[in-house]
């Protein structure tokens, strides 16, 4: 098992729209089970690939306390949304940013599990805000695309400045080690 590199916003890999996946085979497996680890790691309670720089359809998610509730979901679709209801939100690739948006409250989703088995659900609560900001990602979507421009600029660049200095940060580190 790996650890994966999660993607940061403003990152381009997160606007890519991920693809079906054909066949539910070993390597689609191993990848939802890093993408477990790696989200275990960073204390989410979901992931989906587009964080990790892979474009295929697939979300890990677990809402358990003791983490040992994983859900795999490959290739899922809403079916039917009802009700909105506000929803406060954080992302992993959007570090230590919480904001409120509108979500739908209640859903009927279809996936294929691990083993490609087709599978129609419904959820409400935190499953359905989790399915629907997952299935966001997939489609290069991100919960701050909700907010209003003023609210993302601000956010952008923040984020930007935290990410500049830490580069140099790492820069001054390397530099240190060679003299
Ligand atoms: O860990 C996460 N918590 C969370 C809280 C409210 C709504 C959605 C989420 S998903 C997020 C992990 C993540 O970024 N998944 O893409
Ligand atoms: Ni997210």
């Known amino acids: 098992m790996a650890i994966l590199e999660v993607l940061h916003y403003p990152d381009p890999g997160l606007r890519k729209k991920a693809v079906s996946v054909e066949t539910v085979d070993e390597s689609c497996r191993i990848l939802a089970k890093d993408m477990l680890q790696t989200m275990y790691e960073n204390n989410g309670i979901g992931l989906a690939s587009t964080q990790v720089n892979v474009q295929k359809r697939l979300v890990v998610i677990d809402l358990s306390e003791d983490k040992n509730e994983a859900i795999y979901l490959i290739n899922p679709e809403i079916l039917t949304s009802e009700g909105t209801g506000e929803s406060q939100e954080g992302c992993l690739s959007v570090p230590e940013y919480y904001d409120t948006v509108m979500r739908a409250e209640r859903i009927t989703y279809r996936y294929q599990d691990l083993e490609g088995k087709v599978i129609e659900s419904e959820a409400d609560g935190l499953l359905s805000v989790c399915i629907q ?10 919960f701050i695309d909700y907010l ?25 580190k390397n530099q240190a080690k060679i003299l």
């Open 133 to 142: 900001h997952e299935i966001d990602h997939l489609d290069g979507k991100l």
């Open 148 to 172: 209003s421009p003023m609210k993302r600029r601000r956010l952008r660049k923040k984020l930007e400045k935290q990410e500049k200095q830490e580069k140099q940060e790492k820069q001054e």
